[in-house]
């Protein structure tokens, strides 16, 4: 089948992107390296990242896988710090690594809450303190953080019994990076630094339907029904709906737009 070259809209720009070896993370890569950018890869697990990187390769495109766990500080750091090293300039980063928690509250454990902040708000940050100098040294860049819809849905006790809700952890995480992503655009205006995040709603991965589901061949997953009853659009969303907008957020399309928050999910009329 053949593709057609589009702009290079990130023509001789350095993206890291974390949680680049599946879903979101992993289509986000590739566009990115499809519109030329030279891509950082960062994921916990090697054996996935090392299969993207190639893929990409394959493709044409210039990746390299970095191991990273974006809640350890340390591995941040170290992971940063080559990553600057390999391409010698940062100027993109997609923070995507998180994952939803299981617990019910008031029915969730320390340890959870714990390790779900951790992973989705934290790493958020730490990734971000990291980046940033770079960033302010290339002179611009571009920041899209990942939220959710858990940030801004509420649900009734109705809807949590028929449809259910992911954790008090996921909702909290989710909306402190909405909070740090006005925080980070407000920081970074005096080094032309924006910074952008999406919400994405139903949007089928490999993690929303316990890994049944690689690329637009089907799949189901325990929300899909309160999705289904809410949205505008008919759906599911697939990761390549995502990848798309953090690509315009990412590149100058969008120059004059900083410190928005944008949902991807089909116009989900339920939201408070």
Not at 70 to 96: H, M
Request: net charge negative; with cysteine; glycine share 14%.
């Amino acid at each position: 089948m053949g593709h057609t070259k589009m702009a290079n809209r990130l023509e001789n720009k350095v993206a890291v992107v974390t949680g680049g070896n599946s879903g979101i993370g992993e289509d986000t890569a590739a566009l990115f390296a499809e519109e030329g950018a030279r891509v950082i890869l960062m994921a916990r697990r090697e054996a996935e990242g090392r299969e993207v990187e190639a893929r990409i390769k394959a493709s044409g495109g210039d990746a390299k896988f970095i191991p990273c766990d974006v809640g350890d500080v340390e591995s941040v750091s170290d992971a940063i710090e080559l990553a600057a090293k390999t391409y010698g300039r940062i100027d993109v980063l997609f923070n995507n690594a998180g994952g939803g928690g299981g617990g019910n509250f008031p029915n969730e454990s320390d340890e959870e809450w714990n390790r779900v902040v951790n992973v989705n708000l934290t790493g958020t940050f730490y990734v971000s303190r990291a980046v940033w100098p770079h960033l302010v040294e290339a002179g611009a860049g571009t920041v899209v953080n990942m939220s959710s819809l858990a940030a801004q849905r509420g649900f009734s006790p109705r809807m949590q019994d028929e449809f259910g809700a992911t954790s008090a952890s996921y909702y909290a995480a989710k909306a402190g990076v909405d909070a740090l992503t006005r925080y980070m655009a407000g920081a970074g205006g005096r080094h032309n630094i924006r910074v952008n995040c999406v919400r994405p709603g139903q949007i089928l991965t490999p993690g929303a339907t316990g890994g049944t589901v690689k690329d637009a061949d089907g799949g189901h997953h325990v929300f899909e029904k309160m999705f289904d009853y809410a949205q505008i659009v008919e759906g599911p969303g697939y990761p390549r709906d995502v990848a798309q907008l953090v690509l315009f957020l990412a590149s100058a399309e969008s120059r004059f737009i900083t410190g928005e928050i944008i949902n991807v999910d089909g116009g989900v009329a339920a939201k408070i």
